[in-house]
């Protein structure tokens, strides 16, 4: 079983693209949407699709998908399962869920993400991602928007996302290399652009530079307010 968790606040430009996404999927698999109390139309978006068991908590990623989390353990879910941390604005490949399902038998697999790319043609988003899949590859720290995947017993051995308000996907990801190395996937996951756009690409490809210098060489990153909510 994949266990799909999505957090949402205010996404209803790019959720329908995302659901979408999820759906084309094959295989045997339960969506959970998590919001921490958009005042947009998104509820109404979630409320429409019965294939979505929908889900309230504090705003936060990390609180929305450990709550997401706890809710397959409520459901009785297998300590093999996948979870899936899928953000609200990223498209899954077609063929996402039936290569995890190829490797659900590989016990040695105990994580994993995507490769990365944003939607659209500018150069300098490219090379944000560029430069993200390389870091990935040379750190092994899966980012939020790669779609990570992880076996629900170790997640829940790691204790889950650690509840601060920003980089609780890096702070995952240290915990995840105590244990295992996650396995990146040749497919791509697309993140919409725009909200980086509107941040500001330069803007962005600093916050992603600080990110990575903070991971490989423990340099301190900017303060929360750098890492500011852009709907």
Not at 49 to 57: K, P, Q, V
Request: some cysteine.
């Amino acid at each position: 079983m994949i266990w799909v968790i999505i957090p949402t606040y205010n996404e209803e430009q790019a959720l329908p693209h995302t659901l979408l996404s999820v759906f084309q999927q094959s295989g045997h698999y339960h969506v959970i949407v998590v919001d921490g109390g958009s005042t947009d139309s998104t509820p109404e978006i979630l409320k429409q699709d019965l294939r979505i068991t929908w889900l309230t908590a504090p705003k936060g990623r990390a609180s929305q998908m450990n709550a997401g989390a706890r809710y397959t353990t409520q459901q009785e879910a297998s300590a093999d399962d996948w979870l899936m941390f899928l953000h609200a604005d990223t498209r899954l490949p077609f063929d996402a869920f039936r290569r995890l399902q190829q490797l659900a038998s590989d016990s040695a697999c105990q994580a994993g993400g995507f490769r990365h790319r944003f939607s659209g043609e500018d150069w300098r988003l490219r090379m944000i991602s560029w430069l993200d899949n390389l870091r990935c590859t040379h750190s092994h720290i899966i980012y939020g928007d790669q779609a990570l995947f992880v076996r629900q017993g170790l997640f829940a051995q790691l204790g889950g996302f650690p509840n601060q308000p920003v980089l609780e996907d890096v702070a995952f990801g240290e915990k995840l290399l105590t244990h295992t190395i996650p396995h990146l996937l040749s497919l791509t996951v697309v993140t919409d652009s725009r909200k980086f756009i509107k941040m500001g690409v330069w803007r962005s490809f600093l916050r992603v530079l600080m990110i990575i210098l903070h991971v490989e060489f423990g340099l301190p990153t900017f303060s929360s307010a750098f890492f500011q909510d852009v709907r």
